[in-house]
């Protein structure tokens, strides 16, 4: 992970003042520096954040700091868990050993959508799996609630995309991808994927003419699973509230069509 961990371990630290609560968190400023160029130019640029050592993040939720202190330090950040409404104790843990991703059943009925799918599958190519990081396999009960668990990959990623570290971007992506791959959605949990959905494109805007990652991401699974996810009210909502969602959705299933 470091380049020169001496250099990182000798540099003084630099504290954020993260969320609405500003709470403090110091890390050593030479490693944040190294992360990428926009914190560096943070770090040296002589303006007040870097004469004082200080910068504020009030935007920033604590978790998704705290993830990002910790890829910062060991290169990974932990998988998050859904929701579980009615503990039981003698029942397994959520994750289990990865396993291959099976089609769902609904896709053998046309040709176009195992072809959706199978690109939704290679979407994480050029970022898939790095050695020695957590990827967790999902034994979903109906019932468990994945809100956050969408949203702190989704956070996380904007985050890394904003301030340019593109590690932990793609490492973000990855995880957020292959949870979605084993996500078994039911009609009682479409309202995870409308506010990951809904997030997602408040948050991040397409570049240079090409669609966002993270947008292509969700607009796959969403043409992948439309029949479902249209039951929903609250999914139809976020679909006619962003265009750029909607556009990408409708053309990704058009240019798929028998």
């Known amino acids: 992970m470091f380049s020169d961990e001496g250099s990182i371990a000798a540099s003084g630290p630099f504290r954020f003042l993260v969320g609405p609560e500003r709470k403090e968190y110091m890390m050593h400023a030479e490693l944040v520096a190294s992360m990428s160029r926009p914190l560096r130019a943070l770090l040296n640029s002589g303006m ?30 932990d998988v998050e868990e859904p929701e579980q409404p009615h503990e039981n104790p003698d029942s397994p843990g959520v994750f289990k050993e990865d396993e291959p991703v099976m089609w769902p ?8 959508k195992p072809r959706l799918w199978e690109t939704l599958v290679q979407e994480n190519m050029p970022y898939h799996h790095r050695s020695g990081c957590r990827y967790p396999l999902i034994e979903q009960d109906p019932a468990w609630d994945f809100t956050r668990v969408f949203q702190a990959y989704a956070q996380l990623y904007v985050l890394a995309d904003e301030k340019d ?24 949990r479409v309202g995870d994927i409308a506010l990951l959905a809904d997030y997602c494109f408040e948050n991040t805007c397409d570049k240079g003419g090409e669609q966002d990652r993270m947008r292509r991401l969700i607009c796959l699974f969403t043409a992948c699973k439309l029949e479902t996810l249209w039951t929903s009210s609250d999914f139809q909502r976020v679909f006619a509230k962003h265009g750029d969602f909607s556009v990408g959705v409708m053309g990704m299933i058009i240019s798929r069509l028998d």
């Open 48 to 77: 007040e954040e870097s004469i004082k050592g200080v910068v504020e993040w009030p935007e920033v939720e604590e978790s998704t700091f705290e993830r990002f202190f910790q890829f910062a330090y060991t290169g990974d950040f």
């Open 105 to 112: 059943a609904f896709f053998e009925a046309s040709t176009k």
């Open 165 to 188: 570290i593109q590690d932990l971007a793609d490492l973000a992506f990855d995880k957020l991808h292959h949870t979605l791959l084993h996500f078994n959605l039911q009609d009682n």
